[in-house]
């Protein structure tokens, strides 16, 4: 059954006008994104984020494009989320999966931490790509062998199936739409091990409607994606102790 999105454009001109600082930003994006959104882009969620992404790498910074340029705030929210999967089952000897792994924001300490060839990290970008093989020799972690592939899809075609205990996506449901969202929960029901999980964070509407805004940032109730994770052989737990503005929820296999 497919899902609609209510009245996005209202949505944001609501929130604009509550705070008028965001209304530029809502301005510059929207035009942003017309100029980027041509030809298949426009159909295509990936490659438009993929166009996204390689603008704000040329006008901002690596870390800037993934939404933490200030150094200090980049390392603190990678420690938040290793720490949090440490002290919630990841264990050395696992094998993981990071979607949307970036500049390694907290991919680094992943692969600190566990063997040799155990991380796997996939993006869109290419421009993020090089990015994380610099943070890779920054950090010193280069002896760990990490997978680091370039994906234009949520199948993980190349990826072997039931070959990873955690798959873990931070930000990456925020700015997806509901068919990216269900491509990526089809892609890791095929590799996650039959006794792994699945830990994502998303943006929950706080209304109980689905909705995105400016084709970047998207919405989900929370039954919705529960919903959404059943029908792809999931039980899903809600992590209430997890501190972030996104909420965030733990999969594993039925």
Not at 57 to 83: C, I, M, N, S, Y
Not at 155 to 160: C, G, N, Q, R
Request: hydrophobic fraction near 40%; glycine fraction near 8%; include cysteine.
């Amino acid at each position: 059954m497919p899902h609609k999105q209510r009245a996005p454009f209202l949505r944001r001109l609501a929130k604009a006008i509550r705070h008028p600082s965001l209304g530029w930003g809502y301005l510059r994006r929207t035009l942003r994104n017309r100029r980027l959104g041509t030809n298949a882009a426009r159909t295509d969620h990936i490659a438009f984020y993929r166009r996204v992404m390689a603008d704000d790498v040329a006008h901002k910074t690596a870390r800037g494009a993934v939404g933490t340029p200030d150094p200090e705030a980049w390392l603190e929210l990678g420690e938040r989320q290793f720490r949090y999967l440490v002290e919630h089952g990841l264990e050395p000897d696992h094998r993981m999966l990071e979607i949307g792994c970036g500049n390694l924001r907290a991919g680094w300490r992943f692969i600190e931490y566990l063997g040799v060839a155990a991380y796997t990290g996939v993006d869109i970008s290419p421009e993020i790509l090089i990015a994380a093989q610099e943070t890779l020799a920054e950090r010193g972690v280069q002896a760990k062998r990490p997978y680091l592939l370039l994906v234009d899809d949520m199948s993980f075609a190349a990826l072997p199936d039931a070959h990873f205990d955690v798959v873990h996506a931070h930000s990456v449901f925020s700015h997806s739409p509901v068919e990216v969202v269900e491509a990526a929960l089809a892609g890791v029901r095929r590799v996650v091990k039959a006794d792994g999980f699945f830990d994502l964070t998303y943006n929950e509407s706080g209304d109980g409607s689905y909705f995105g805004v400016i084709r970047e940032d998207y919405f989900y109730p929370k039954p919705m994606l529960l919903d959404l994770a059943a029908r792809h052989g999931f039980s899903a737990e809600p992590m209430t102790d997890w501190v972030h503005p996104q909420a965030k929820l733990r999969l594993r296999p039925l």
